[in-house]
Nanobody, 119 residues
Framework: QVQVVESGGGLVQPGGSLKLSCATS????????MSWYRQAPGKEREYVASAFSTGKITKYAESVKGRFTVSRDNVLSTAYLQMNNLKPEDTAVYYCYAQDAVRGWPDYWGQGTQVTVSS
């Protein structure tokens, strides 16, 4: 049974940091691209960042470049999103997404974790 479980969300002040984790099981983690998306209230889900293969190749949305770092541990089958210098506009539910890196399917979503940036 596939599981994709995010954790690490919470309330943080502007300028603060949080580290999200995405623990997975039930598929061959190393064969999957691991990505993070977010969805703010009243807005569409948007792309945040991806870590491919061993994690040496990464990709970011312009809005988070230089502030967020995506990584993965293929031994632990876990992906991470380190978020620094958080801004109120980063407030959203953050979702972990796993996608077969070769075929593009199957793919799996986590249930999301809430990040709120507020003073």
């Amino acid at each position: 049974q596939v599981q994709v479980v995010e954790s690490g969300g919470g309330l943080v002040q502007p300028g603060g940091s949080l580290k999200l984790s995405c623990a997975t099981s039930g598929f061959t983690f190393g064969d999957y691209a691991m990505s993070w998306y977010r969805q703010a209230p009243g807005k569409e889900r948007e792309y945040v960042a991806s870590a491919f293969s061993t994690g040496k190749i990464t990709k970011y949305a312009e809005s988070v470049k230089g502030r967020f770092t995506v990584s993965r541990d293929n031994v632990l089958s876990t992906a991470y999103l380190q978020m620094n210098n958080l801004k109120p506009e980063d407030t959203a539910v953050y979702y972990c997404y796993a996608q077969d890196a070769v075929r593009g399917w199957p793919d799996y979503w986590g249930q999301g974790t809430q990040v709120t940036v507020s003073s």
